[in-house]
Every structure is written in structure tokens, then in C-alpha cells.
């Protein structure tokens, strides 16, 4: 089974930083963190695989950086120059399965399996 436990929201000043925590327990793949606001769709953010490829949302290229601790089994999002647009719940996300997470669908929720609770990010401006 797999376990994904977020932690570091908060909320900031437009142009502040945050990293975003999750604890991952369990055997994985595919790790990335995405973001739903109130009355949109979740989407992507940013993704990585086991052999170690990210992909980014256009929106946040640039600005976040996905980063995994594989020794502590950490993955990391660290979000400089917010916006108030990134302003969500941000959620933790992972799968088992290598032949889902190809280029073409890592960014896509339905690609992912299992979910953290998520965690608040308000960006203020």
C-alpha cells in the first residue's frame, strides 16, 4: 500500500516562497504534486519518475522546482515568485506502474493512483 502525507502549506506574499513536503510510503514510480482551486479542475503541476524525468505545467516553469530525497523517501516542491493564481490545494500524488507514466500523461491526474490529503497554499498580493 501507499502512503502520501503532505505538509508545508501556508499561506504568502505574491513573489514569496514555500516548499511543500510529502512523506511517501510504499513502493512508487511516478511521484508529483498537483493543485486544484475552488471551481477548476486539479492539474498538474509538476511530476518525476523513477528514472528520474520531471515535467512542469507551463504555468509554473521556472518558478517551482520537483526535487525527491530518495534516501528519506521525501518529495519535495519548492515554489518561488508566487502568484496569487497559485493560490490551491496543492496534493501529493504517486504511482506504482512505469508503463502509465509516460511523457504524454504525466501530467494528467488520472495517471495517479494514490493521494495525499493535500495541503493550502493562499498567495496574497
Known amino acids: 500500500q501507499v502512503q502520501l502525507v503532505e505538509s508545508g502549506g501556508g499561506s504568502v506574499q505574491s513573489g514569496g516562497s514555500l516548499r511543500l513536503s510529502c512523506a511517501v510510503s510504499?513502493?512508487?514510480?511516478?511521484l508529483g504534486w498537483f493543485r486544484q482551486a475552488p471551481g477548476k479542475e486539479r492539474e498538474g503541476v509538476a511530476t518525476?519518475?523513477?528514472?528520474?524525468?520531471?515535467r512542469y505545467a507551463d504555468t509554473v516553469k521556472g518558478r517551482f522546482t520537483i526535487s525527491q530525497e530518495k534516501a528519506e523517501d521525501i518529495l519535495y516542491l519548492q515554489m518561488n515568485s508566487l502568484k496569487p493564481e497559485d493560490t490551491a490545494m496543492y496534493y501529493c500524488?504517486?504511482?506504482?506502474?512505469?508503463?502509465?507514466?509516460?511523457?504524454?500523461?504525466?501530467?494528467?491526474?488520472?495517471?495517479?493512483?494514490?493521494w495525499g490529503q493535500g495541503t493550502q497554499v493562499t498567495v496574497s498580493s
Open positions: 500524488a504517486a504511482d506504482r506502474a512505469a508503463s502509465k507514466c509516460v511523457t504524454s500523461r504525466q501530467l494528467a491526474p488520472s495517471t495517479f493512483d494514490y
Open positions: 518525476i519518475t523513477g528514472a528520474g524525468s520531471t
Open positions: 510504499g513502493n512508487t514510480y511516478c
